[in-house]
């Protein structure tokens, strides 16, 4: 069964940095592109990038580049998303997501969300 | 950057079939994918690669492609089918990924 199980809740002032994580498993983590889904208070999704671990090849949404980082750890099968000054409006919930066979930018199965509160 | 557009609420009665589109210039060149999120849960995939259902996924659940557009088909609509429900995509050069803004879908 493959899971995907990220890390707690955050409460970060603005300006401080942060590093969010999503591990896998179940399945070859790093044969599968594994991405990350920003969803605002009471707003849509939003696609952010996703990763190919294997190599770690990034694709990003124009509206995130430079923004934040993702990268991957083959070894311990899990992959993150990192701020290096977040802001009021970074406040959001958080979802990673993996594809499967269903084509590169498919996700397949999702994370149960990050929920990231920023605030002074 | 590119766009998906989406209505933002379709309304049907339980029992009736609901339809929900969504437009972008790159669709005839990259798949379309449909994802139910319910609140307080995290998003589901119930239509991949335009037409294909996932394991799991009832059968009302259809998709289909014309153009630059997709639709997602809800036959027999059903009350546990209220959600919102976002198209996915990417733009034309495989570049990076896009969600349109999602529709609300009410049954009642």
């Known amino acids: 069964e493959v899971q995907l199980v990220q890390s707690g809740a955050e409460v970060k002032k603005p300006g401080e940095s942060l590093k969010i994580s999503c591990q896998g498993s179940?399945?070859?983590?790093?044969?599968?592109?594994i991405g990350w889904v920003r969803q605002m208070p009471g707003k849509g999704l939003e696609w952010m990038g996703i990763?190919?671990?294997?190599?770690?090849?990034?694709k990003y949404s124009p509206s995130f580049q430079g923004q934040v980082t993702i990268s991957a750890d083959k070894s311990i099968s899990t992959a993150y998303l990192q701020w290096s000054s977040l802001k009021a409006s970074d406040t959001a919930m958080y979802y990673c997501?993996?594809?499967?066979?269903?084509?590169?930018?498919?996700?397949?199965?999702w994370g149960q969300g990050t929920l990231v509160t920023v605030s002074s | 950057s590119y766009e998906l557009t989406q209505p933002p609420s379709v309304s049907v009665s339980p029992g009736q079939t609901a339809r929900i589109t969504c437009s972008g210039d790159?669709?005839?060149?990259?798949?379309g994918y449909w994802y139910q999120q319910k609140p307080g849960q995290a998003p589901v995939l119930v239509i991949y690669?335009?037409?294909e259902r996932p394991s799991g996924i009832p059968e009302r659940f259809s998709g289909s492609t014309s153009g630059t557009t997709v639709t997602l088909t809800i036959t027999g609509a059903q009350a546990e089918d209220e959600a919102d429900y976002y198209c996915?995509?990417?733009?034309?050069?495989?570049?990076?990924?896009?969600f349109g803004g999602g529709t609300r879908l009410t049954v009642l």
């Open positions: 997501a993996s594809q499967s066979s269903s084509g590169v930018f498919s996700l397949d199965f």
């Open positions: 179940g399945y070859s983590f790093v044969d599968y592109w």
């Open positions: 990763i190919y671990p294997r190599d770690s090849d990034t």
């Open positions: 790159a669709l005839p060149k990259q798949y």
């Open positions: 690669k335009d037409t």
């Open positions: 996915q995509s990417a733009d034309s050069s495989s570049a990076y990924g896009v």
